[in-house]
Structures are given as C-alpha cells and as structure tokens.
C-alpha cells in the first residue's frame, strides 16, 4: 500500500482555502428570527430589525448655516452697495415672525428659521451695520448660507437598512427623526468552554504540566466586543462522557458553541469523536496558518465551531470565521474586510500552499507613509504577538517568503474588532 508521506508538516492538498470555507459557512446557517423593541440609546452595536424610513424632513425648516442677516436674494448688489432696514431677529429656537420685504433684513444666527420673505443669508463679517441700516457690498450670491429643509432628510428617505449594526451615528439619527425605540435582533447566546487536561484556570496552582487556560479569557472578548451575549462553561477534561455532557447541555440552550483545543488527531481529542456521536459535523482542514483544523456543524438547533487549541489560531479562526459566522446569525448585513497594500519592512517566513495570518505593527515612517513591520516570532502559541499588533499580515496561498521592503497586504485590527 501507497502511504502518503507529506513533504512538510504543514501542507496538506486536500486542504480547504480560506475562501471556500467562508463559502460553506454562509451558505449553511440562517439569520435567527427573534427580535426585540430596544430605548435608541440601549440599541447601539444591536443589529437593527427594520428598515427605518423618514417621517419628517430633517432639518424640518429652511435655516441659517451661518451668523449674519437674512435679506431678499434680488436685493443683492450688482456694484457698489445697498442698505437694508433692519426688522427683527431670528435665533436658533426663536424663529422671527415678520415676513420680510423687499429693502429688509433681520439678524439671524446659526440654526435660526429662515424669515418669510429671505432667501439669502450674508455672513456678519460681510456687513457694516449703523444703527438698524446694513450695508450689503457684490460677491454674494442668491441662496447663500441655507441649509434646506429635508437636506439630511427628506420624508420617506430610506434612512436605515434592516441588518445594520447600529453605530453612534445611527443612534442619533434616529434621535433626529424623533424615533424613540427601534426593532432590533435579540441577542445572540453563546456559549464556549476549553478542553484539556493541561488546563488550569486562574486563582488554581498549577500542577506539574498544567498550564493556565487563556483561550476561555480571549474568547470572552472578543465574544463580548461582537455584542453576543458569551456563557462561559468552564474548563472540560479530555474524557468522552464530560465531553458529550457539556455538548449536550449547550446545545439545549444557545444558539452557537465553541470550543478550543482536541481537534487536532491526538491521542486525547474526544472532541471530534463525541461531536461524529451526536451532531452533524464537518472536520475541515483549512489551508492557513495559524489555525489548520476547524471543526463546523451543529449539534442540535446549535451552531457549532471547533476551534484549534492554540492561542494565536483561537484568535485568527475567530476573527477569520466564527465572527463573519456569528455576525451572518444575528442578521448583520455581510461587511467587507478592511485590507490594504503597505511595504513591510521586515523579511517574512512562508511556506506556499497556505495564506498565513503573520501579526504586524502598521505605522507612519518618517515620511508619513504607512508602513508594516513583524511582531518577531509567529508561533501559534505566541499570544504576545497578538497582543503587540494592531493588524494581521495576510500573506497569500501559493506565495513563499517575503524580502523585506516587498509589498504586503494588511488587515488592521481596528475595524476588525469592534
Ligand atoms: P490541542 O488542539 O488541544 O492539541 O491544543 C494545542 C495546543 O494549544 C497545546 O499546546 C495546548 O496546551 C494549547 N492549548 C489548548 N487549549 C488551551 C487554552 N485554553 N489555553 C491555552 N493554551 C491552550
Ligand atoms: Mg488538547
């Protein structure tokens, strides 16, 4: 019999790519259907449930952009200047009741009504005023220093998709139309433990082999920034019953579980035997790096990934995949990555045959130009380089190493995480 010797440790051809991964999740899981009436303010980061149209013009009137003098536009000097009677006054709140004639003016400040009658605004640096006479000199124009009603929103303005996740701009758009509560997605549940015999959990003694377990610590951050509500459910041995049991009890509860660790094909991984038991699940090798094996499925009504065990590929499959999986359940309107083109400055370490998440600093050189430099070391149990980066270097499928000065791609955190 013909056995397969791989050349290096890594590279697997029957890998998956990244994209067709991504391909898979989408097309697999549905947006859940619950929803819930939220206060604006309580609603940031939700994801909105309805489209939300205009009901009113926003501003509801014409108004001043500037300080200065309402007036006729065709009382505008074509050369030399002209005097206008001065006749009232319109202040933000306060708008002026007189409606204006030909000849007239009144003062008006920033966010004042429109008088009657005006339709030009000239800014109070570019009069002269004696007593209540305002002279007016050319270079103006008819329709000046107006904003006009509806001009951010005119009624009936699509003003929010269903699917959006609601920024602070969104919340005070709302605010601007009156809108005191809005249809938002309910919150989705998820609940996610590590496995491993190895594994302590912080305030224990470690034992002789044992390491403290980050990834439960990782996962309910970046659970919490994605707006999921996470349920923590501890540390679980590697053995098959404790396993099954704790599959089994956040299935019935949550919409999405996640692991960390035992999917590799170890000796101790009962993940993937308990999960071909009681769900339907696919065990994907995926052509990156860190974060080869990933497991995802459900096992009941819920979703389910198992992530890779060590730190960095807990960190990179999240971002890569659960998050894009997560957002996709909660009904969120898909998002593109943000990435650009930057020099790196360092040379980079690759193997083809998988894109590679390597972590990176981005940065201004001395010319201003943004530019991206190595954490150093790229193992996928160095979480300190997690921590020192503010973007993933993303390096492509079939490319070998970098030189450095070489162009790379980059993905910032921010943006990413948020
Ligand atoms: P595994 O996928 O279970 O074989 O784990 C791969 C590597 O990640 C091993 O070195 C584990 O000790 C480490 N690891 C697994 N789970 C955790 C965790 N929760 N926190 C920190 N390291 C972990
Ligand atoms: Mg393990």
Not at 406 to 412: G, N, Y
């Amino acid at each position: 019999m013909m056995i397969n010797t791989p050349t290096c440790d890594d590279y697997d051809p029957n890998s998956l790519s990244v994209d067709d991964a991504l391909h898979r999740i989408d097309r697999d899981l549905q947006p859940i259907r619950g929803e819930e009436q939220l206060p604006i303010r309580s609603a940031l980061h939700r994801v909105l449930a309805e489209d939300v149209l205009s009901r009113i013009n926003v501003p509801p009137h014409n108004n001043s952009t500037m300080d200065g003098y309402a007036m006729h536009g065709a009382d505008l000097p074509t050369q030399g200047t002209v005097q206008l009677n001065l006749v009232g006054a319109s202040l933000a709140g306060k708008p002026c009741p007189v409606t204006i004639q030909a000849g007239q003016c009144t003062r008006i400040f920033t966010g004042g009504v429109i008088p009657a009658g005006a339709d030009t605004v000239i800014m109070q640096e570019h009069v002269e005023v004696q007593n209540n006479l305002v002279t007016i000199g050319t270079g103006h124009q008819v329709g000046q220093n107006i904003c006009a009603a509806g001009d951010d929103l005119a009624i009936g303005t699509l003003v929010l998709t269903a699917g959006k996740r609601l920024q602070p701009a969104d919340i005070g758009l709302l605010a601007s139309l009156g809108i005191p509560e809005v249809k938002v997605k309910r919150r989705l549940r998820v609940a996610f433990f590590s496995t491993g015999d190895e594994l302590c959990s912080i305030g224990e003694t470690p034992q002789p082999g044992q390491i403290y377990d980050s990834n439960r610590y990782t996962l309910h951050s970046m659970l919490t920034q994605l707006g999921v509500e996470p349920i923590d459910m501890g540390i679980i041995r590697d053995n098959p019953e404790d396993i099954e049991n704790a599959f089994r009890l956040a299935a019935t509860r949550n919409d999405a579980i996640i692991t960390s660790g035992g999917v590799s094909v170890g000796e101790a991984d009962y993940v993937t035997d308990t999960l071909r038991r009681i769900g339907q699940v696919n065990f994907w090798k995926i052509a990156m790096k860190p974060g080869r094996p990933l497991t995802f499925g459900k096992i009941q009504n819920a979703v389910f990934f198992g992530l890779p065990g060590n730190p960095v590929a807990v960190m990179s499959t999240f971002y890569q995949f659960v998050q894009v999986a997560l957002r996709r359940l909660m009904g969120q309107q898909p998002t593109t990555p943000i990435r650009m083109t930057v020099p790196c400055l360092s040379s980079l370490k690759k193997r083809p045959g998988r894109i590679e998440f390597q972590r990176g600093i981005l940065e201004h050189d001395a010319h201003g130009r943004l530019v991206v430099r190595s954490t150093g070391k790229q193992g996928s149990a160095i979480l300190s380089s997690m921590s020192q980066a503010n973007c993933f270097i993303i390096l492509p499928l079939e490319g070998g190493d970098v030189k450095a000065g070489s162009d790379v791609v980059v993905e910032p955190f921010e943006g990413l995480m948020g």
